[in-house]
């Protein structure tokens, strides 16, 4: 059973830099990419930021997010600058990735709300 479990999420003011992580648990035996979505309400899941080998933003957080991955602990962090209110959203952290039991799957972690607001 593998679990994504996310923190770092809250209220923060604009202009703001939190941090999120996502950590990756089970039986785990190699990790492909893992990410950040987020979903505003009434609007879709999106793209963030994407690491493999190399990583991928979305233009909206270009410049201002960087993602980043600690392979030994199996964690993906999600560094937020310069927050602005239209970052608000719940943040899911995603894992593509191989286990001993099931293979290769997608998982999403519960998801993380942020706030920006003063």
């Known amino acids: 059973q593998v679990q994504l479990v996310e923190s770092g999420g809250g209220l923060v003011q604009p202009g703001g830099s939190p941090r999120l992580s996502c950590a990756a648990s089970g039986s785990i035996f190699n990790i492909y990419a893992m990410g950040w979505y987020r979903q505003a309400a009434g609007k879709q899941r999106e793209l963030v930021a994407t690491i493999t080998t190399s990583t991928n933003y979305a233009d909206s957080v270009k410049g201002r997010f960087t993602i980043s991955r600690d392979n030994a602990k199996n964690t993906v962090y999600l560094q937020m600058n310069s927050l602005k209110p239209e970052d608000t959203a719940v943040y899911y952290c995603?894992?593509?990735?191989?286990?001993?039991?099931?293979?290769?799957?997608?998982?999403w972690g519960q998801g993380t709300q942020v706030t920006v607001s003063s």
């Open positions: 995603n894992a593509d990735l191989v286990t001993y039991d099931l293979g290769r799957r997608n998982y």
